[in-house]
């Protein structure tokens, strides 16, 4: 199946809101200088303060077919801290249209940060039990989505589709410098999926999971792959020993880490995503995973807004 789309970056681009294509910024550190390491940093970060990184990659393509459709509001699915929800919060309120957002378990009060702002973006909340959120791709339960909110546009968790994949796919056109590795956090496999996509025969991409038992990740990589037509899974391969306890957990040492890396060079990470990507890198430098003279970059893929209500979460200060 061959997916053509046209690109929504210049309709950000005119009104000065999005930074596309974002920096590619070079490293230096000691580690790297005795590995003969050459390391980059995809700063899709600093795409924008509440659409950042692979949130904006994984929803522009689906907003565009949303636009081309008859729809009454673009819904979507996540938890209570989910970057997802608040990127597609933001994007509805830039773009003008109404934003839904199904959230995993029971309502609090008062509401996080993330989903503070998501109403105040406007998007109408709706919570479901975890039970119930499992079957969020079941036909059943769709089609109760569609008779409940009428003629939605629906998004999976995190833009999880092809649309999705295929916004991904953009970050690695978007890089001039040669490179041999690509690291990327992997929570649905969608972002790793693109990346993929854009890989000559000489590089790889390596996926580093975010939550326990994160090899299923390669099978939903594999769907993809199937659905599009396309996609080589020998350029692709995960390293799970970097969860931390599981998705949004964390332990002292990943804090440490992302205290020391913001240091040396300036450069914030998150404890739920970006942290343990950052700290995976650091580690498989260390344990000399990459050879000598290796060319590596690592795609900061955003979601610093959720600092704020994790720290309120565990009653901690990151930074």
């Known amino acids: 199946m061959k997916v053509i789309f046209y690109c929504l970056d210049s309709v950000f681009l005119n009104t000065n809101i999005m ?3 974002s920096p590619l910024e070079s490293i230096k550190l000691p580690i790297l200088k005795e590995k003969k390491i050459k390391l980059w940093v995809k700063r899709d970060d600093l795409i924008h303060a509440e659409i950042s990184g692979n949130k904006w990659r994984k929803l522009k393509y689906n907003v565009q077919k949303y636009q081309l459709g008859k729809f ?26 109404k934003t839904i957002g199904i959230i995993r378990g029971e309502e609090h009060l008062p509401l996080n940060p993330t989903l503070q702002r998501a109403t105040d973006l406007g998007m109408e909340i709706h919570y479901v039990s975890r039970s119930k959120y499992k079957e969020k791709q079941t ?31 953009d970050i690695v056109d978007e890089i001039e410098e040669d490179f041999d590795y690509i690291l ?21 991409a390596i996926g580093i999971p975010v939550l326990k038992g994160g090899d299923f990740i390669i099978d939903e990589v594999k769907s993809f792959y199937k659905k599009i037509g396309e996609g080589n899974l020998s350029r692709i391969e995960l390293k799970t020993d970097y969860h931390f306890g599981g998705y949004a957990k964390y332990k002292p040492e990943l804090l440490h880490f992302m205290q020391a890396f913001y240091r040396q060079t300036g450069i914030k990470t998150d404890p739920v995503y970006t942290g343990k990507l950052f700290y995976a890198l650091m580690d498989l430098i260390q ?33």
């Open 19 to 21: 930074k596309i294509p």
């Open 139 to 169: 036909e059943g339960f769709l089609r109760q989505i569609k008779e409940g909110f009428g003629q939605v546009y629906i998004v999976p968790e995190g833009g999880g589709n092809i649309e999705g994949v295929l916004g991904c796919k």
């Open 72 to 97: 009454e509001a673009l819904l979507t699915f996540g938890g209570a801290y989910s970057n997802h929800i608040l990127a597609t919060a933001k994007v509805g309120f830039d773009f003008g249209f």
């Open 184 to 204: 990327t956090d992997c929570g649905t496999g969608a972002t790793l999926a693109g990346i993929g996509l854009g890989l000559t025969a000489k590089q790889k």
């Open 287 to 319: 344990k000399d995973y990459f050879p000598k003279e290796t060319s590596i970059v690592v795609v900061h893929t955003g979601g610093l807004q959720g600092i704020k209500g994790f720290e309120e979460r565990y009653n901690i200060s990151i930074f």
